[in-house]
Structure formats: C-alpha cells, structure tokens
C-alpha cells in the first residue's frame, strides 16, 4: 500500500513538472513586442522603479578608483508572469558598470505585464543606468 501511494505521488510529480516545463518553454517560444499598447510597469510606477534602483545600486570599487562614471543601458524581457528575463547590456560603459546594472536588473520584483490589443505579452524594455561619482 505504501508503495502504491509513493508511485501515485512521483507519478503526479512528474507529470506536474512535466506539465510546468511545457508552460515555461511555451512562453519562452512566444514573440517578445517592443512596441505594445500598454506598457510593463515596475511595481510602483516610474518614481518607484528610480528609487529602487537608486537603493540597490552599488558602485563598484574598480570603478570608483578609477573615476569611470557613464549610462549603461540595460535590456531586458518583461515575461507575461512579470518575471524579468534575457538581461543584457545594450551599451556598455565599463565591465564592472555593465555587471552592476545586470545584477540590479535581474534582482527586481515582477512587473505588471505588458498588454498588446487585450493580450497579456512579452515585452522588451530598455533602461538606462547612470553611474555618477558624486
């Protein structure tokens, strides 16, 4: 009997994950808008969306030390769940820059997803990251 459940369990397991993994690739393979009639919006809005990255941005110590300062611009695709994913730097300024504006990106709370003629859809969205040595 012990067995019998244990199976029935994996075997719901499996098909669970399974079944997650279908949902994931499926929404991997959908089209990815940049142009769209709603925007994605960061918890908040825009004011909030600043002050986060302004309270979880560190400048990094290679970079201070050499007074490199720039706008890094990071790309990134708003999921219909409003999971950031496919961050990457658009311009780059300074590795250590790049890495940093990466790292704060990927680190975001979800988003409100974009919506395209009533559709919930990916989006892409660009954000500038200013370094400034002040």
Not at 11 to 28: D, G, H, I, R, W
Not at 56 to 61: H, W
Not at 73 to 88: A, H, N, R, W
Request: proline fraction near 6%; aromatic fraction near 8%; charged fraction near 25%.
């Amino acid at each position: 009997m012990k067995k019998l459940f244990l199976m029935s369990v994996m075997a719901l397991f499996c098909l669970m994950t399974a079944n997650a993994q279908k949902t994931v690739v499926s929404e991997k393979n959908q089209k990815v808008y940049d142009t769209v009639d709603q925007l994605p919006e960061f918890p908040g809005g825009m004011p909030a969306l600043m002050s986060y990255i302004q309270n979880n941005i560190k400048y990094p110590k290679d970079a201070e030390k050499q007074k490199v300062e720039g706008r890094v611009l990071v790309q990134f695709v708003v999921e219909t769940d409003g999971s950031i994913s496919d961050v990457k730097v658009a311009k780059e300024v300074f590795p250590s820059l790049d890495a940093e504006g990466i790292r704060v990106v990927q680190a975001m709370p979800k988003w409100t997803p974009g919506k395209h003629k009533g559709k919930i859809v990916r989006v892409q969205y660009t954000l500038p990251i200013v370094f400034s040595l002040k």
